[in-house]
């Protein structure tokens, strides 16, 4: 057993936090600030082959693996959650589908464009009625003149409406006990996206409400065999789950990195604070937690690397570190005191940003689900 | 044309840097990165070979140090370098920067490259002088702490930063030229870059490969001896005098210096 990285990985993981620290850092407060889509800085990490990592030099990705887009997703949110998010469902729920099921013409038409981060690529699974209960999917699909023709709408999705927005892959009911995945490009006319929701954090990444009506895609735009989406989306969650982990570690190892450099610097009663009992407990029960779900996560990205059932692991990982996240963020939040309150430091950030990470891609709740389930519970 | 880029693997900037109290050394234990300043030497060479107005056939990244250093010279190859070349030997530990350089001179002789980059100092010994001693050894032309390069012909036009402004200076080929920080900003290596390094030759070599004389090397053939290093003292917390009064704050601070005999 080994815990120390491949150097290829350890190099990554250097790189990423070099670029968030110095081209992220000094941007975060105002894109969050603003509500502004960091489009420079996807760029330049499609540039840096960041935008499709766990995809193979054929279809235009980095050829990396789970466990190297594992640390860059920690890096990054490390730094900043809203860009983290943005790469990371651009990945694993916007591009992985089409890489996992979509046909040699669908890959050869979309993934170039995907893995280089010239395009962003969305996934729709949530409606109003259909949240953690995602099989309770209303929006209808029906076959008509060789096209599908689309009606219904999708609630919260991610990178749906940014200026490079090149398409969202939908869950639609195509009959009545029947569930597709379709391919919906953007500028199909019918397919409309909302005005962005003001939400407590993730304030550059987009999310919005998307509205189908009328819509239609030719028939060659249904992605896998006709009938399989419940199950393919199944499978697209439970990889997500990694990224999604791996943003709370990278969360919570960042509020805690805050939270260690402003306590050694904060006097208060003639002594630094960080050489108080109770904000040394903080710090060390952090550390412990932080590392115990670093483990998870990669374990989690090396079995799936293996090839190997991962399901389970990544439901624990989520369901950890997404917690990990909140109390981290809370309690750097609180040693920071009431600097903490304030914007101008990264931790108040950090707070409002956090609690997404136990509801996004299956709340704490499902995940709790998924393990009883895999315990045989 | 052949350019060697000389590379060192130091801790970590944002590692706490201490003195081994059993050694009297820095503590080098702990996380390592490839020198900041080499990094901006080996972009001022990529620079020239995609600037075209030199035809830099292959770019070299030239460490000495122990095992881990293959790690600086991984990210070497990540940032652009074509191959890299590791002098690694138990006989070489404790050189001092003398003995350094002379070693590198040795590796570089059987490279013979026409242009030897360098970044002006490493952050651990922050010492500046190996570009020099190297140069030295080489019998070529030495240029510090540059900030810029301009290929004019066949001379390189380089700005150094001086005390009060800069120096342009041109010299001819071969010369050894040590970088600041200034002089541009490093790229990112792609992720394509960081998996194809680990792909790009990579020679090691003995210290008796590199026709090196153990007399001249390793802590024995060093002439400088580490006493007794020892962190600075903590510094007590300082008294804060607020400025409500001027004329009373002067007061009390003239009074605390004097108070320590300090005027
Ligand atoms: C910023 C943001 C970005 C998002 N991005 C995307 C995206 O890109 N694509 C996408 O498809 N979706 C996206 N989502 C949607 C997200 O995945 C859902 O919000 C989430 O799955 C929860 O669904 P819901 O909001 O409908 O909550 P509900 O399912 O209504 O859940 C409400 C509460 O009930 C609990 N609950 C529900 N069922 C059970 C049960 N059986 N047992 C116990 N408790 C239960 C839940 O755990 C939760 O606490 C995003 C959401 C946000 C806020």
Sequence with gaps: MDFDLPDGHELL?????????????????????????????????????????????EVGGAGGDTLAYALAVEELARVDSSVAITMCAHTSLGTQPIYLFGTDE???????????????????????????????????????????????????????????????????????????????????????????????????????????????????????PRGNGFKQFLHILDIGRIGVAAMGVGLAQGALDQALAYAKQRRAFGRPISSFQAIQAKLADMSAEIEAARLLVYKAARLKDAGRPFTLTAAQAKLKTGRLAVRCAEEAVQIHGGYGYIEEYPVCRFYRDAKILTIGEGTDEVQQMVIARALGA | MKICVLVKEVPDAAVTKRIDPATGRLDRSGEKNLNPYDTHAIEAAMQLKEGGQLQVDEIVAITMGPESAVRALHKAVSLGADRSVHLTDEALAGSDVAATGYALAQTLKRENPDLVLLGQQSDDGECYTIGAVVADHLQAPSLTQVISIEVDGDVL??????????????????????????????????????????????????????????????????????GSFKAPPAKAAGTIIEDEDTNETVEKIVAWLDERKLI
């Excluded at chain 1, 709408?153 to 029947?178: H, M, P, W, Y």
């Design chain 1, 106 to 224: 669908q890959k050869a038409q979309w993934l170039p464009d995907l893995t280089s981060g010239r395009r962003l690529g969305a996934f729709g699974l949530t409606e109003p009625e259909a949240g953690s209960d995602a099989g309770n999917v209303r929006t209808r699909a029906r076959l008509e003149d060789g096209e599908w023709v689309i009606d219904g709408a999708k609630q919260f999705i991610t990178n749906a409406g940014t200026d490079i927005s090149g398409l969202v892959c939908i869950t639609a009911r195509t009959g009545e006990d029947e569930i597709s995945n379709l391919i919906v490009p953007n500028g199909t006319p019918g397919y409309e996206q909302g005005e962005p929701y003001r939400k407590m954090g993730w304030n550059a990444s987009d999310t919005r409400p998307l509205t189908f009506t009328g819509c239609r895609v030719p028939e060659a735009n249904l992605l896998g």
């Design chain 1, 13 to 57: 993981r250097r790189t990423v936090r070099e670029f968030a620290e110095g081209e992220v850092a000094p941007v975060a407060e105002a894109l969050d600030r603003e509500k502004r889509f960091p489009y420079e800085i996807v760029r330049r990490m499609g540039e840096l082959g960041w935008m499709g990592i766990p995809f193979p030099e």
């Design chain 2, 157 to 226: 036009r380089c700005e150094r930063q001086a005390e009060y402004g800069y120096d342009t200076v041109e010299v001819e080929l071969p010369a050894v030229i040590s970088v600041g920080d200034a002089i541009n900003e490093p790229r990112y290596p792609s992720l394509k870059a960081i998996m194809g390094a680990k792909k790009k030759p990579l020679e090691t070599l003995s210290a008796a490969d590199a026709g090196i004389d153990l007399s001249r090397v390793g802590a024995a053939g060093s002439q400088v001896e580490c």
